[in-house]
């Protein structure tokens, strides 16, 4: 049953500095990877979405990587504003047929002015 | 580009009513999945259906059932309602695949709210 780890579960940093969020998944064989958006009690907004056999995609100021062999994947946030406070969940899709997308619980980021 | 469209957004019921919600599929997708998040948790997959078939279930209570309909829209009705399933309920839809790409693309969401 594939699991899905985001560390850490909650951050918090001034604006202005980069960071990164983490995902890992504990089975390899995914067919893509998808970071989300959620702001409290709202929908999900999707961010990214790299392909099994992709490494990275970028957005904006976001950066996201995949290294599906080892079952990890970052988000990378550049020069972070307060606007970018947010929950940011992971999701990873597997195909067996038919589409099974499973969550991380994700990291709750809080961008201080 | 148009949206999954969800329907109500917000339903506030009492324990051991029922409630319908709604999904409409972005056009052309055939494929239509559940999701139930509870409050600081992670969405959990409920049930989905391709071309009105029920294709996969998740986690989701014998109290629920869902339905597609002809024109892809569908419905997930629950009953006796229990506090616990107080979330925000959200419905995905993914086009026709050709073994070349797949994604779900979610809706907003409805949040029930059973006291």
């Known amino acids: 049953k594939q699991e899905v780890t985001q560390i850490p579960a909650a951050l918090s940093v001034p604006e202005g500095e980069n960071l990164v969020l983490n995902c890992s998944f504990t089975d390899s064989a995914i067919y893509n990877l998808q970071w989300f958006r959620q702001d409290p009690g709202k929908g999900l907004t999707s961010l990214l979405l790299i392909q099994s056999s992709q490494r990275e995609q970028t957005s904006g100021r976001l950066n996201a990587s995949l290294d599906k062999s080892s079952g990890r994947s970052t988000l990378y946030i550049a020069a972070s504003q307060p606007g970018d406070s947010a929950t940011y969940l992971c999701a990873v899709m597997t195909v067996e047929g038919y589409q099974k997308v499973t969550f991380g619980i994700g990291t709750k980021l809080q961008v201080i002015p | 580009a148009a949206g999954v469209i969800q329907s109500p957004r917000h339903l506030i019921k009492e324990k051991r009513e029922t409630a319908t919600l709604k999904c409409y599929p972005i056009p052309r997708h055939d494929t239509v999945y559940w999701y139930q998040q509870g409050p600081g948790q992670d969405p959990q997959f409920l049930i989905s259906f391709y071309e009105k078939m029920q294709s996969d279930k998740g986690s989701i209570p014998d109290r629920f059932s869902a339905q597609q309909f002809s024109d892809y829209h569908s419905e997930l009705n629950m009953s006796s309602l229990e506090l616990g399933d107080s979330a925000l309920y959200f419905c995905?839809?993914?086009?026709?695949?050709?073994?070349?790409?797949?994604?779900?693309?979610f809706g907003p969401g409805t949040r029930l709210t059973v006291l």
């Open positions: 995905a839809s993914s086009p026709p695949t050709s073994g070349i790409y797949n994604e779900q693309f």
